[in-house]
């Protein structure tokens, strides 16, 4: 276990790749870290220098997998209300807060795009596995989404959150099943759950039933509560749980005349802290490898002994011995759902892959 502070042309979307990105295929020990530090708002060149940094300082301590908070490029909008919940008029605060959501998307990023070519060299470039929370514009929506990358510098897919929280919904849209991925790579099966999809049971059976085995909760919930769900997860998934969350204090935001930040009462002074973190690494047998940390921005670092998985799923197997199909079982519709479809456009070209396992 430890804990280390930290001291501060597009790829199209694959869904199933060959992934032999210069991991030792026969390593039983995988080097972690999940990042714990604050987006720069309003500020995406910023954040993706600030991301550099990071993966660079988790690479030099040798980890092959460095897993980002939610929101980490775009910024998760703590604090702000985008005009509702002020007033029932649907004058002023309404109106303000629609020109916080014209800055907030054009923070945001498109995947593919630049950003996301960006990435992809950042990954290839420290020879990691990444896996990067980010706020995903696609036309006038955005998505919270998380994005994966692997050691040769190539994007996999990713995954959108498939049910925003509370006043998220109205800012961000709902993900579908076509992007529930699971990628087999050669350090472990990896995927990810975005905060509060983690509570859901059958999206989780849904990862367990393609073998997840390092399994990334990037999260914006930094409540105590938050650490049983993630034992839980564990010992449920026979899996490696990471969780990402952002450390913050109301300086990490643009100051009140640009940002109105709502919830705390009066206005929060700079130095107060917003999102403690409580980023953390537990064991498929429920054992807290690192964290949790409450202190500040860090990088919260264990090996994974990845035998562990197997002498877990001895006593529970949840989509295995333990599952008792006969009696209950999930059906995932794994289809996109497009609002507008063009019947000429499909006879013309077969129909895109979704993300989902990938396999060697």
């Known amino acids: 276990m430890a804990l280390v502070p930290s001291g501060s042309g597009s790829a199209p979307v694959i869904a199933?790749?060959?992934m032999n990105g210069g991991a030792d295929q026969s390593a039983t020990t995988v080097r972690a870290t999940v990042v714990q530090a604050s987006t720069v708002f309003y500020d995406t060149p910023a954040t993706l220098d600030k991301a550099e940094r990071l993966i660079a300082e988790a690479a030099g301590y040798g980890s092959q997998l460095v897993v980002f908070p939610e929101a980490f490029v775009g910024g998760y909008p703590r604090g702000s209300t985008f005009g509702f919940g002020i007033s029932i008029s649907i004058t002023n605060p309404k109106d303000k807060g629609k020109g916080e959501f014209q800055k907030y998307y054009a923070a945001a990023i498109d995947v593919p795009g630049?950003?996301?070519?960006?990435?992809?060299?950042?990954?290839?470039?420290?020879?990691?596995?990444?896996?990067?929370?980010?706020?995903?514009?696609e036309g006038?929506?955005?998505y919270c989404s998380v994005l994966f990358f692997d050691p040769l510098g190539r994007y996999l897919g990713k995954h959108r959150k498939l049910m925003p929280t509370a006043l998220e919904r109205i800012i961000w849209g709902f993900g579908d099943g076509s992007t529930i991925p699971v990628y087999d790579t050669p350090l472990g099966k990896i995927g990810a759950l975005i905060c509060w999809e983690n509570k859901m049971?059958?999206?989780?059976?849904?990862?367990?039933?393609?073998?997840?085995?390092?399994?990334?909760?990037?999260?914006?919930?930094?409540?105590?509560?938050?650490?049983?769900?993630?034992?839980?997860?564990a010992m449920e998934g026979g899996c490696f749980v990471l969780s990402a969350n952002q450390f913050c204090r109301r300086q990490d935001y643009p100051p009140p005349s640009e940002y109105a930040f709502a919830g705390l009462g009066e206005e929060p002074s700079p130095d107060t802290v917003v999102c403690p973190g409580g980023?953390?690494?537990?064991?498929?047998?429920?054992?807290?490898?690192?964290?949790?940390?409450?202190?500040?921005?860090?990088?919260?670092?264990?090996?994974?002994?990845?035998?562990?998985?197997?002498?877990?799923?001895?006593?529970?197997?949840?989509?295995?011995?333990?599952?008792?199909?006969?009696?209950?079982?999930?059906?995932?519709?794994?289809?996109?759902?497009?609002?507008?479809?063009?019947?000429?456009?499909?006879?013309?070209?077969?129909?895109?892959?979704?993300?989902?396992?990938?396999?060697?």
């Open 114 to 137: 630049p950003e996301v070519t960006l990435l992809a060299a950042m990954a290839g470039k420290y020879k990691v596995f990444l896996v990067m929370g980010v706020i995903e514009r």
């Open 279 to 360: 980023s953390v690494i537990i064991s498929p047998s429920g054992e807290v490898l690192a964290g949790p940390n409450y202190d500040g921005e860090a990088l919260i670092t264990a090996d994974l002994d990845m035998g562990e998985i197997v002498r877990a799923k001895f006593d529970f197997d949840v989509v295995g011995h333990y599952s008792r199909p006969e009696v209950l079982s999930l059906v995932v519709d794994d289809q996109p759902h497009r609002p507008v479809s063009f019947t000429s456009a499909a006879e013309k070209a077969p129909a895109a892959k979704s993300d989902d396992t990938a396999k060697p």
């Open 201 to 233: 049971p059958l999206l989780r059976t849904a990862l367990y039933g393609k073998g997840i085995e390092i399994y990334c909760a990037p999260t914006a919930d930094s409540r105590p509560v938050w650490q049983a769900s993630m034992t839980h997860i």
């Open 16 to 18: 199933e790749v060959e």
């Open 140 to 142: 006038y929506t955005l």
